[in-house]
């Protein structure tokens, strides 16, 4: 069986990733209405259709040359705030990865997550994506520490990661353009959150029975 975390593997998780947020582009549009500038779907939407071209006219040949492609271009494309937060994940992923097995996959997404905090200077709690990518780091690290099969342990990551997507929705903004409405935030869920859930839900899926 192909290691989990190979170049082909990292590429099928972006390109799931890709394909959600475009299904779901609406949806995260939506959300930055109501407590941003409705421009989030489309950011994304924007950046991950150039990463899918991107790894389409050139494959990159290692795991880590994966995780590089996409930051860059991410930081290229996206504008607003989440381009350089998720440039930012995935070029500190990318210089973490070291192995091919799930105990790397997690080392560089808890990099990611320490990259996107410095950073974005946010942390728990202040409703930003932090707030699905941090349980998802904690659920992953936690399921590989018992010994449980990476197909597994990501599926729980996913779960956490919709779970403090969910947990957003009380949170009142202390970062980025939805902290301008102060109070006014709390009772809508953060769009980057939504779209950090669908990160790993795409992880969920695409790396699930490779290994
Ligand atoms: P912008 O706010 O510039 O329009 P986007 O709409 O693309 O950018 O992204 C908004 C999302 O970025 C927010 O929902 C939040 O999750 C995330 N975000 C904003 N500021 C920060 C920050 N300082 N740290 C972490 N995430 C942040
Ligand atoms: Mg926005």
Redo the contacts with the bound molecule.
Sequence with gaps: MADAVDAAGLTAWVQEFARLVREQRDVLTEL?AAI??A??GA??DRGLTAVVSALDADPAADPAAVLKTVATTLIRT??????P?YGTFFLRASGTLGGGDGAALAAALRAGLDG?AAR???GPG?K???DALAPACDALDEALADGRPLDEALRAAAEAAAGGRDATVPMVAR????SYLGERSAGHQ????TSAALMLQAAATALTGRG
Excluded: I
Aim: hydrophobic share 35%; glycine share 24%.
């Design positions: 930055d941003g500038d421009d989030h950011n994304l996206v504008g607003g705030a989440s381009g937060l996107v974005g200077k946010a202040d930003t994506m932090l970062k980025g353009r939805a953060d769009p980057g959150a």
